[in-house]
């Protein structure tokens, strides 16, 4: 970790002097509250680790309290049941027959407040049996916003200045010694949409002041934090709820690190590595320690594991992209947001850690970031059209694109990069099991990288990684992607496979 270093900006009056400052103009959330929840309010907030969580917590009981209606809250990667979507819900303690009374119960704020996802997570795409099986998203409860991620700032504030949020709940650190509040692990929205209605003024922002968050650095000419003293910051609220975290899988299948393992060995020693969100994906990390892997990394999300490749060693560099060029920056990492696992230390490992650049999602998660680099991400299924899919199976939607279409497309672009696509063969589908691999998707299954991401690799390192084995797609026609797919499905699934591969495209395939 490094040294605590001096505050940038304006001359510092000391950090006593701006903790002062916090103290003497901070007001309850309740009182913070009134600021940006009102009738027809479109609230815009962090989310991941940047999730403001007393925010959620009780905006269900502020509304009911005061009558409000109308509410929009937009964000991303909710971590737990919050009151105003389930009632607050405890699965851990909860019978049945609780939960059910429960969720009945938040049906008045889900009225109020209309939740608009960014991208999903298990507590929007969880079907309720309460609900005839269906998702909160399924039964019209929330909404779901597709985008590229580097186009998140204007999703909240469009480019044609409608102003699309009438209010922006930060969540940022306390202050250093010139007054700046840091943005913590959320650069990625967070940073970029407060920075944006802060310059333009006219809507209100609740700054969420949290010890927990930790003080992150931008890159020198995009700084990760704000003024706490801004003028149109309306209120300032203290609160010291743990951040946001990722719960821990204490079962890990075997399958799953199989594929870890796999993806780790198609790296080559030197190159930039880009992770996305996922088990899979991230516990390849610990396979690439394990075989001793050194070189770059530039990517979306900073899990765990990457940093720990960059506390051991195993990172020595990153860039910072600017337009087409690059520049290059010894002993550290670069990514756009972050995320623990519950109960590590994580976020105080990023505290004052300069060795860490959070950039905006506008500059980093572009197409041109990623040429030369080898993308390690997770998906849900493959088709014999060579589409890929990561969001949903048919009409059950469980995530979103992401910086996936925006990744795939950069890394077949360079001569030195490639694209790893982790995938286990099998899914279960209640108690049936299912392929991943199949003829066609089923209605409605949403196209996240298509064929012409995955055949046209430049320089022909495209791998889709199952448990069963490594398939080569890039440089392949259709007919000889699909017999590479049907060698690594699941055993049980390849005959019937062949069989639908010769009579949708007579693919021969060899004795």
């Not at 209309?114 to 998702?135: E, H, K, N, Q």
């Not at 580097?150 to 949020?165: T, V």
């Not at 990722?246 to 079962?251: A, L, R, S």
């Not at 992401?402 to 899914?427: H, K, Q, V």
């Amino acid at each position: 970790m490094a040294d605590k270093p001096d505050g940038n900006g304006s001359q510092g009056k000391g950090r006593d002097y701006w903790l002062k400052y916090i103290d003497d103009h901070a007001v309850s959330l309740e009182e913070g509250m009134k600021h940006v929840v009102t009738n027809g309010a479109k609230i815009s907030t962090g989310y991941a680790g940047a999730s403001p969580l007393a925010f959620y917590d009780h905006i269900g009981e502020f509304v009911l309290k005061h009558d409000i209606r109308d509410v929009m809250v937009a964000a991303a990667l909710l971590t737990k049941p919050f009151g105003f979507l389930y009632g607050g819900i405890d699965k851990s303690k909860d019978s049945v027959i609780t939960m059910y009374k429960k969720f009945k119960a938040a049906e008045e704020t889900r009225r109020r407040i209309r939740y608009l996802d960014g991208f999903m997570s298990p507590v929007t795409a969880t079907r309720i049996p309460f609900i005839g099986r269906r998702s909160l998203y399924e039964a019209g409860y929330t909404s779901l916003y597709p985008y590229h991620f580097y186009q998140i700032e204007y999703f909240h504030d469009p480019l044609d200045g409608s102003g699309w949020a009438t209010g922006c709940v930060a969540q940022v650190s306390l202050p250093d010694e010139n007054g700046y509040c840091s943005f913590g692990p959320g650069c990625d929205a967070v940073q970029s949409i407060a920075k944006r209605i802060l310059s333009r003024g006219g809507i209100k922002i609740m700054a969420i002041v949290n010890p927990n968050t930790p003080r992150t650095y931008g890159s020198p000419d995009d700084d990760n934090a704000v003024r706490c003293d801004d003028p149109n910051i309306t209120a300032i609220v203290k609160d010291d709820t743990p951040l946001a975290a990722i719960p821990v899988d204490k079962h890990v299948e075997p399958a799953r690190m199989n594929i870890a393992e796999r993806a780790a060995e198609l790296v080559p020693n030197g190159a930039f590595i880009q992770i996305g969100i996922g088990d899979i994906s991230a516990r390849t990390c610990e396979s690439l320690m394990k075989k001793g892997w050194h070189g770059g990394e530039y990517s979306e999300m900073l899990p765990e594991g990457l940093l720990k490749l960059l506390e051991n060693g195993n990172i020595e560099r990153t860039f910072i992209q600017r337009g087409a060029d690059r520049e290059y920056v010894e002993g550290k990492a670069n990514c756009t947001f972050a995320m623990g696992l519950q109960g590590s230390d994580f976020y105080k490992r990023l505290d004052y850690n300069r060795n860490v650049i959070f950039t905006p999602a506008k500059r980093l998660v572009v197409p041109e970031g990623f040429v030369n680099c080898w993308g390690i991400n997770n998906s849900l299924s493959i088709d014999f059209n060579i589409q890929l899919t990561a969001e949903c199976r048919g009409n059950n939607q469980y995530s979103g694109p992401g910086g996936l279409p925006a990744i795939a497309n950069g890394l077949g672009r360079g001569p030195d990069g490639g694209s790893i696509i982790c995938l286990p063969s099998t899914f279960r589908k209640g108690k049936k099991r299912m392929s991943t691999i199949v003829p066609t998707f089923e209605p409605g299954t949403n196209v996240t990288v298509p064929r012409h991401d995955l055949l046209g690799m430049m320089h022909r390192r495209c791998y889709i990684v199952t448990e069963h084995g490594v398939a080569q797609l890039a440089g392949k026609t259709i007919d000889g992607a699909i017999r590479e797919l049907v060698a690594v499905a699941d055993p049980e699934f390849r005959p019937w496979l062949k069989k639908q591969a010769w009579k949708r495209l007579r693919v021969v395939f060899p004795k």
